[in-house]
C-alpha cells in the first residue's frame, strides 16, 4: 500500500487501545475441543498415496470459514504510507489466544462469501485501521504451514491517499470482541524493531518477519 504526501497529510495514529505485553488478556483454561463445539477449526485425518504408491495417513486442521466458490481463506495486507522521512509499514497489535501473547500483526482478515481477495482486503484495512484504500496488486496464493493445516492468503498491496478527510481522522470499525492497536514502523528499521519488540515479550507474526528479513536480503545483495 503505497501514500504520497506532505508531511503534513499524516496525523499521529489515534488508537484508544494501548496492548502491552503485560496486558491483561490471558488463556485461564485449555481443554479438548469437541468436533461439535467447533466453529472456526476442524482436524482431518487424510488418508493418501506417497510417491512410492505406500498408503499413509496426515492429520491436519482446516478452517471452517473458507468461502465455497472460494480457493482463499483470507488475506493480509501490505499497507506502507511513503512519508517524507522515509517509508512505514502498517501494522497491528493484537492479543492471540493459541499463543497468549499479544501479537505483532499487518492487517489481516477472513474472506466473505461472495468477496474477492481485493475487496476483502479493501473492507478489512477499513475495519481494523480505519484507512480507506484502493488496490494494486496481489500476491499469488501463499500457504501459511503447510505440513499442519491446508489455510492460505493472499497478499493484497493497497493504496491510500491521505489527503482525503477519511484517511485524516481514522474511525475503525472494531467488533466487539477485537482489540487491535495500529502503529507504524519505518520500513528501513523494521528488522530491529521485530528484534526489540520480541525482546519486549511480544510474538512477531511471520508475515512481517518474512517482510524485514526481505529488505535485509536485499540491503545486503544490493538488490
Not at 7 to 34: C, D, G, H, N, R
Not at 45 to 63: C, F, H, N, Q, V
Not at 112 to 136: F, H, M, N, P, Q
Not at 178 to 199: G, Q
Request: glycine residues 4%.
Amino acid at each position: 500500500m503505497i501514500a504520497r504526501s506532505d508531511e503534513s497529510y499524516f496525523p499521529p495514529v489515534q488508537s484508544k487501545m494501548v496492548l502491552a505485553p503485560e496486558s491483561e488478556a490471558k488463556v485461564i483454561a485449555t481443554e479438548p475441543l469437541p468436533d461439535s463445539e467447533a466453529v472456526w477449526t476442524k482436524l482431518v485425518k487424510k488418508i493418501y498415496l506417497d510417491p512410492k504408491g505406500i498408503t499413509r495417513t496426515w492429520e491436519s486442521a482446516e478452517r471452517r470459514t473458507r468461502p465455497k466458490a472460494s480457493g482463499i481463506d483470507g488475506v493480509g495486507i501490505v499497507a506502507i504510507l511513503e512519508k517524507p522521512t522515509g517509508p512505514e509499514v502498517v501494522l497491528q497489535k493484537q492479543y492471540r489466544p493459541p499463543l497468549d501473547k499479544i501479537v505483532i500483526e499487518l492487517p489481516a482478515g477472513l474472506i466473505d462469501e461472495g468477496e474477492t481477495a481485493e475487496e476483502a482486503a479493501v473492507r478489512e484495512l477499513k475495519e481494523e485501521t480505519g484507512y480507506v484504500c484502493e488496490v494494486i496488486d496481489s500476491s499469488p496464493v501463499m500457504f501459511n504451514d503447510p505440513a499442519f493445516t491446508n489455510t492460505n492468503l493472499k497478499m493484497v498491496h493497497v493504496s491510500v491517499d491521505m489527503s482525503l478527510p477519511q484517511n485524516q481522522n481514522l474511525e475503525p470499525e472494531l467488533e466487539e470482541n477485537e482489540f487491535i492497536e495500529v502503529f507504524h514502523v519505518k520500513l528501513v528499521d523494521l528488522w530491529e524493531e521485530c528484534i526489540r519488540l520480541e525482546k519486549e515479550g511480544y510474538a512477531i507474526d511471520a508475515r512481517i518477519a518474512n517482510l524485514a528479513e526481505g529488505i535485509e536480503i536485499a540491503k545486503k545483495f544490493r538488490l
